[in-house]
């Protein structure tokens, strides 16, 4: 969206008012502050990326995600439990360097304003939790830049003027800003498909079954996130512990937990079997409609960052008689085969996909899906053989996955290149597409489930499979990261710091020649 002169003059009248609002300076110093004390940080808004704890204010639960564009936009969502306010956010430019604040906001050029969609959401039968939920958009960006915005006010009167509301501006404000803004926060869009990110390094969190009782990971979490040396987070599935408990209550919790990293990070998620109840219901309440190019209810989506393409998918449509379960099992199988086919490899040389129950484990105290001999995730349905049962390893090959990350399983897990339990290779080099070749030959598979939830970690038991490389059983994370050439994963310890397990896959400089 271009920047009218009502626009302008809304834009200044915006940032005059964001000085007036508490708090609006101190999103990276108070997530800083919480990262440095060491607390999970979960069940307040203290030091929280948005301004109100649970229930107690207009703006709650921020977070964001890529738009469907990622290098040209991004979206917001947040809880409000005041229905009468109107509802709406602001994005600026941000000029310089620093802390965002409101000097940098009056300097920066205003890109756009918008409303917000606003759904109504209660869970629970007596005790309802009402809330509002409010999605908002921005699109037409620029590529690997950094923005910053706030959410909770619509700039204009409450007669439908103003940014919001498509009319002119008459400069008063709808409501009083103090009232209804969140603080400041800042995104960065992502790099042209293909292009590194000019200032920072690319450097994606991954993880799954983080939950908000002995969630270990998310200090260090909100460390990097303040510390502006985070690009986004994959949560692959298991949230909260349990989403829908509490009349959705610990949805609440989680996602005013994770505001610190998500309001300026890009925070995606896919469902596990703790989002399961009663068909999904909270999960999709709370992220239908945030994540890019999504399938129904947020079960599945997929986007370009740099030089990587990301699906992110449902495993757990095979294992629930429900609409978004069974239900979807062609219809995600269908839209994972034609998006994977317009993945342009030219300009996204490597292609990562995430699911929450992995493909490949070794032997540990659960009797899971990936210990199966016919896993459902990895070979489909158990049909006879001459029918498509939709397994998701034959996609995997076909497409040419370099890396699948499944969670589910309470610890941490690296494969070699396997496909239908044959490795590919061992040990040194076996990570490097030979020359001549533009890929390993055999997907890569990871378990990273050790983000830190109630259930504590699922010990390795026995010899580990012939497919493993690493197995460990301490919490912690995978930090990605990517060139052209190569795709290299680090497992972090969620409280020191050290780097647990590292591997990088290769591919020669002439693998995927960019096109003219
Ligand atoms: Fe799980």
């Known amino acids: 969206m271009g920047a009218g002169a009502g626009f302008l003059l809304a834009a200044a009248a915006a940032a005059g008012l964001l000085a007036a609002a508490p708090g609006a300076a101190a999103a990276r110093p108070a997530a800083a502050a919480a990262a440095a004390g060491g607390g999970g940080g979960w069940g307040g808004g203290a030091g929280g990326g948005s301004r109100a704890p649970p229930g107690a204010g207009p703006v709650e639960q921020l977070r964001t995600a890529y738009g469907d564009d ?6 917001a969502a947040w809880s409000s439990r005041d229905a009468s306010a109107p509802s709406g956010w602001a994005v600026w430019r941000r000029a310089g360097a620093g802390l965002p604040g409101h000097p940098l906001v009056a300097a920066g050029e205003p890109v756009t304003f918008g409303g917000a969609q606003v759904r109504r959401h209660s869970e629970g039968v007596l005790d309802a939790n009402v809330q509002w939920l409010l999605t908002a958009r921005a699109d037409g960006l620029e590529p690997d830049t950094d923005y910053v915005y706030a959410v909770g006010c619509r700039f204009g009167n409450a007669e439908g003027g103003g940014a919001g509301g498509g009319g ?23 790099p042209r498909p293909g292009e590194l990110p000019g200032r920072k390094p690319l450097r994606v969190a991954v993880y799954g079954d983080m939950g908000v009782k002995n969630g270990r990971s998310l200090p260090r ?7 502006e040396n985070l690009t986004a987070v994959m949560h692959v599935g298991d949230l909260a512990y349990n989403m829908w408990e509490d009349s959705g209550r610990r949805s609440d919790v989680f996602l005013e937990g ?33 994540m890019p190019n999504q399938g129904p209810g947020a079960m599945w989506h997929g986007f370009d960052l740099g030089p990587v393409h990301f699906v992110m998918f449902s495993s757990e449509v095979f294992f629930y008689s429900s609409r978004h379960g069974w ?5 995600q199988h269908r839209w994972m085969r034609q998006h994977l086919a317009a993945v342009d490899r030219t300009k996204t040389p490597w292609l990562v996909t995430m699911a929450h129950r992995p493909m490949y484990c070794s032997p540990n105290d659960d009797l899971d899906d990936c ?13 006879p053989f001459k029918f498509n049962k939709l397994g998701y390893e034959e996609l995997l090959q076909e497409f040419r996955v370099d890396l699948h990350v499944g969670a589910h399983e309470h610890s941490y897990e690296r494969t070699w290149p396997v496909f239908r339990g044959k490795v590919g290779g061992k040990g040194a080099g076996a990570y490097d597409t030979p020359a001549g070749h533009d890929w390993l030959g055999k997907t890569v598979h990871l378990v990273a489930g050790a983000a830190g939830c109630r259930e504590n970690t699922d010990p390795w038991l026995g010899k580990p499979g012939h497919f493993s490389a690493t197995r460990l059983n301490g919490y912690g994370f995978g930090l990605l990261s990517a060139s052209r050439t190569e795709l290299a994963f680090e497992q972090v310890d969620h409280a020191t710091g050290e780097v647990v397990d590292s591997f990088t896959i290769t591919k020669p400089a002439s693998a995927f020649a960019e096109a003219d």
């Open 70 to 75: 990622p290098a040209r936009g991004f979206r």
């Open 168 to 190: 002119a501006w008459d400069g008063r404000p709808a409501v009083r800003p103090e009232d209804c803004l969140s603080a400041l926060h800042t995104f960065t869009t992502a």
């Open 221 to 227: 979490l909100k460390a990097l996130a303040a510390a």
């Open 258 to 290: 994770v505001s610190p990293v998500a309001a300026n990070v890009p925070y995606h998620v896919c469902p596990g079997n703790h989002e399961s109840f009663r068909d999904f219901a909270e999960y999709r309440a709370r992220f239908d409609g945030t």
């Open 327 to 331: 239900g979807l099992v062609p219809a």
């Open 371 to 383: 210990h199966e001999r016919h896993s459902l995730v990895r070979n489909g349905l158990p049909l």
